[in-house]
């Protein structure tokens, strides 16, 4: 049996902004799937203690009056979506993000700037793992497929309901779905084993930086440089100059 048809765990958060470094967590999502259907599920609404810009409400829906009103300490918030999240790693369970570098990177920011411990400190020092991106997947095995890569539009490639686009539980539950959906899709993909997935994803996120980099410098951008780190980036005043 691959790991597709296990326990998974579907994460996401919404946010006030698109810089993971930046940006603060507004509503987050964890959801339990076994065999595509969801068997638990936790959800967070934080009160980011700065001002959710209104083209991030236009996104998610979620005002400034009721984060106030109706939201968690944003500490608070962080340190329990970390908690739940570190107590699947340390039994092995894939946690699915898509996307996972966006995720990742920022709830390890939120993390810091409350000094709170981080993901390895939770894990007795180890890097998170094992992270399922479908993103990273499907832009490996299937490279060339023209289109958008967002998560609406990959879900439609397979099949994959996505109810409430931007809503961390419909997103979250459609991430778990869609890492089934591709493995069924690319029996390779289903019979690496979680561990060595999330491996071989680094190398593939790498590859695709550096391609999608050389890319855009041919297209005259001589100052553009894409982020290889995945499923988790440094803090910025972490990375060497």
């Known amino acids: 049996m691959g790991w597709h048809q296990e326990l998974l765990v579907g994460f ?23 065999a595509g259907q969801p068997v638990g599920r936790r959800e967070w609404l934080a009160d980011p203690g700065v001002e959710i810009p ?3 409400v236009a996104v998610h829906g979620i005002s400034n009056e009721r984060a106030a009103a109706e939201g968690r300490p944003a500490d608070q918030v962080a340190d329990a979506i970390a908690d739940v999240l570190a107590g699947y790693w340390k039994t092995g369970v894939p946690v699915v993000a898509y996307n996972a570098a966006f995720d990742l990177t920022l709830l390890s920011a939120e993390l810091r700037r409350y000094d709170l411990p981080s993901l390895s400190d939770r894990l007795g020092g180890i890097d998170p793992a094992p992270v ?3 993103y990273t997947i499907d832009r490996r095995v299937d490279r060339y497929r023209r289109g958008k890569r967002n998560l ?12 409430s686009a ?6 979250a539950l459609a991430a778990a779905r869609l890492a089934r ?24 996120y790498a590859e695709w930086a550096a391609d999608f980099q050389k ?10 440089v894409i982020d290889g780190v995945w499923p988790l980036r440094e803090p910025a005043e972490s990375r060497p100059a």
Not at 166 to 171: N, R, V, Y
């Open 152 to 163: 609406e539009a990959v879900c439609a490639e397979y099949g994959v309901a996505l109810d």
């Open 12 to 34: 996401d958060l919404e946010t006030t902004g698109t810089d993971p470094r930046e940006a603060r967590i507004v509503t987050g999502a964890v959801i339990e799937i076994r």
């Open 181 to 204: 959906a591709i493995a069924d899709r690319h029996p390779k993909i289903a019979a690496l084993g979680p561990a060595e997935l999330h491996r071989r994803q680094i190398g593939w």
């Open 54 to 56: 209104a083209d991030a």
């Open 132 to 134: 399922i991106d479908p």
């Open 215 to 224: 890319f855009l410098r041919g297209k005259g951008d001589a100052d553009a």
């Open 166 to 171: 931007h809503d961390a539980a419909a997103d």
